[in-house]
């Protein structure tokens, strides 16, 4: 029996023209240039990130004779994470998690007050297509230059501005891959490697990879990265309410829109002439006065470019400005900004902030500089002497994170009778010294011995006690004796 929901199924063959009308080809975005109080402030803040970027792995830090004198850097080979005064072992990587449930939190809290500030102005990806569109604007002109050459044929003067422009992107990227491998290693020492062709096969391919990405990411892709590959956009509406300040155009003030002449009166119209110059330098190409949109990223351009609309044409500026949600509706240009700073979210980051900061720097300050693991011998279990006393077998592992060569002495309590000797000491002596070298972790074997008699059953607990003959310092680590059963 024939199913009719199938009778009326359209089975003629896929039109491929109309299957890729579907698809809209991307529209080049080329912003125009923006003066003002906020294009200033992202040049500042693009220089300081970028200055933070490139000159950090070479600031320097001594650390004495044992430690790298580099400031920052992420020691893969020595398995240590080294940040000025700080230095983090594979076993701490707690301090890594803390951090980044700070800069979470921080741009939870950003965003709640001030919409997509990061995105805006401190986001790699922003800072590097800013570069990048600068060095377009220097190589090929203005936006309109940039669109006539974009429609012109291919002759010698457009592909010579094309080879330079991509030329030199091309070149921030290899400076930008090879700034980020030399946060892996000694930076003096890699660069000489890096050019007399001496580095390893992973340093070349690391800068080649991030030559890549940063080449196509910042120079091509630009908006779209934002848009289709970043995730925060959907997730920072969840941040903002109606007290947010993002970048709002005030629709009750310029609306009905339209051209307006000079002597013309503005009685029965807004303030907006629609002379599209706030979609000119968006970066993203987008409307801001179509609202609050996921593509916008509160860079702010927009305000710079209607402000200086609104001097040229003497009305108050602020047609588009930061604002809340409510503010967007009131068409007073007069009326002040009202931020409500403390609200329930905001309070609700602010806390964790606290409460995680100091948990991190109560930790930090009484940060152990002395560790030890006990690591008991699993076969055999035990053996039985000839005296008829019970041995048992231990790795003791001390790590000595100070930057210089320590003496420490091993104890063992815990047994009427017990007795303990590093492997190559005699059984009488009980008092074991060993010297760990500076930042370095070193292994002893422990035997410990105790009379059958004295255990307490199949299984006793017993003390390892490890104390610092400079500083006293005591490390005590709980572990088992093993015997027969009774």
């Not at 009305?315 to 068409?331: E, K, M, N, V, W």
Request: hydrophobic share 40%; glycine share 6%; net charge positive.
């Amino acid at each position: 029996m024939v199913d009719s929901s199938v009778e009326n199924i359209d089975v003629r063959p896929v039109n491929k023209k109309e299957n890729r009308a579907l698809f809209a080809k991307r529209e080049k975005i080329q912003p125009k240039k923006a003066r003002g109080n906020f294009r200033r402030l992202k040049w500042i803040i693009m220089g300081v990130t970028l200055a933070i970027y490139y000159i950090t792995p070479w600031i320097r830090w001594d650390r004495g004779e044992s430690g790298p004198d580099q400031a920052v850097l992420v020691d893969l080979a020595r398995e240590r994470f080294y940040f000025f005064f700080i230095e983090i072992w594979p076993q701490e990587v707690y301090y890594i998690t803390g951090l980044l449930i700070l800069a979470a939190i921080s741009l939870f809290l950003v965003t709640s007050l001030f919409g997509r500030a990061w995105c805006g102005y401190s986001c790699p990806q922003t800072v590097w297509t800013d570069l990048f569109i600068f060095v377009e604007r220097a190589v090929e002109g203005d936006r309109n230059a940039r669109l006539r050459l974009d429609k012109a044929p291919m002759s010698f003067s457009k592909f010579g501005k094309r080879l330079l422009k991509h030329t030199i992107w091309m070149l921030i990227g290899v400076l930008t891959g090879g700034a980020w491998v030399f946060y892996f290693a000694d930076a003096p020492t890699l660069l000489r490697d890096l050019v007399t062709f001496d580095a390893p096969l992973i340093a070349y391919s690391s800068v080649a990879v991030l030559t890549a990405t940063t080449y196509v990411f910042g120079g091509l892709m630009r908006e779209q990265v934002c848009t289709y590959m970043c995730p925060w956009p959907r997730i920072q509406g969840a941040m903002v309410d109606e007290d947010s300040l993002t970048v709002t155009y005030h629709a009750a003030r310029g609306e009905p829109r339209g051209p307006h002449k000079k002597g013309e009166p503005w009685a029965g119209r807004g303030h907006c002439i629609d002379c599209n110059q706030c979609v000119a330098v968006c970066p993203m190409g987008i409307d801001i006065r179509d609202g609050l949109q996921l593509e916008c990223i509160s860079c702010a351009l927009c305000i710079d470019a209607c402000n200086d609309v609104m001097d040229k044409i003497d009305l108050p500026r602020g047609l588009i400005g930061y604002d809340t949600h409510a503010g967007q509706f009131d068409s007073n240009p007069d009326r002040k900004l009202k931020i409500r700073f403390i609200r329930p979210r905001t309070v609700a980051y602010g806390l964790i902030l606290a409460l995680v900061g100091s948990i991190m720097l109560f930790a930090l300050l009484n940060r152990s500089v002395l560790d030890v693991n006990v690591i008991r011998d699993r076969n055999p279990l035990f053996v039985t002497l000839s005296d008829g006393s019970i041995r048992n077998g231990y790795t003791v592992k001390i790590l000595n994170k100070i930057h210089e060569t320590r003496q420490f002495r091993i104890d063992v309590e815990g047994l009427k009778g017990i007795k303990a000797w590093l492997e190559t000491a005699a059984p009488e002596d009980k008092t074991m010294t060993v010297t760990v070298p500076a930042d370095a972790l070193s292994s002893y074997k422990l035997f410990v011995s105790a009379p059958s008699d004295n255990l307490l059953g199949k299984s006793s607990d017993i003390e390892v006690i490890v104390t610092d003959l400079q500083n006293g310092e005591r490390e005590v680590q709980e572990t088992s004796f093993k015997g027969p059963d009774k």
